[in-house]
């Protein structure tokens, strides 16, 4: 497993994974980093796994993995958290991991994706205090 770039750089890794993809998954994966971070200002990014931008406090809170069709969002304990409006449409057999497939020209619901990722950040923080 590769260690994950510091902060900084992998602000500036992410920033150029949005540009190099230069199409709506680009577009896409900006909107989220922004939802996310509007969620949580204190959010830290990471690069991990040799390429996959990772938004984390106290903890994984999610990735965000860019595929031909699809821009995938998976939150590492999504199994555990609410989710009331269903954002949830992939890797729902798991009994931890949750995922959103975002596909061309779909919108999500900005105020429960951040609501999603304000609760990913409440159940990490529950953990750290145990």
């Known amino acids: 497993m590769s260690k994950p770039a510091p902060q900084a750089d992998a602000g500036r890794l992410i920033d150029a994974r949005i540009a190099d993809l230069g199409d709506w998954r680009g577009e896409t994966l900006a909107r989220i980093r922004a939802l996310i971070k509007e969620a949580l200002p204190a959010v830290t990014e990471e690069w991990k796994w040799r390429g996959v931008p990772v ?40 009994s931890t991991r949750r995922a959103i497939d975002i596909r061309e020209g779909e919108t999500l619901n900005a105020a429960a994706f951040k609501a999603l990722v304000r609760a990913a950040a409440a159940l990490n923080g529950s953990k750290k205090m145990k």
């Open 55 to 94: 938004w984390s406090k106290d903890g994984i809170l999610c990735t965000g993995e860019s595929y031909k069709a699809v821009v995938k969002l998976t939150f590492a304990r999504g199994a555990a958290l609410p989710d009331p409006k269903g954002l949830f449409n992939a890797s729902l057999e798991g």
